[in-house]
């Protein structure tokens, strides 16, 4: 709450508008999976270097939260 206080502070925002804000959060989520998914579903490429290994390791975590994210709106 203290980032909608110190918003509001600054700029005005509705109560209407607050109401979208958990689906448009949920949009953003199921975007960035979508790009998530398109840019790691080919498989590793032969040598690919240890920094590039990892990151994709903590990609694909990120996306299996989002995907325990989803689970939960059914």
């Known amino acids: 709450m203290r980032f909608l206080e110190g918003y509001r502070s600054v700029r005005a925002i509705s109560d209407e508008a607050l109401q979208w ?3 448009m959060l ?3 989520h199921v975007v960035t999976f979508a790009k998530l998914h398109r840019t790691l579903t080919p ?3 032969e040598g690919e ?4 290994a990892r990151l994709r390791v903590r990609l694909l975590e990120k996306m299996q939260a989002y995907r ?5 709106w059914a």
Not at 68 to 72: I, Q
């Open 68 to 72: 325990v994210g989803f689970a939960s």
């Open 49 to 52: 270097v240890a920094s590039l």
């Open 43 to 45: 498989a590793p490429p």
């Open 26 to 28: 949920r949009v953003h």
């Open 21 to 23: 804000m958990p689906l």
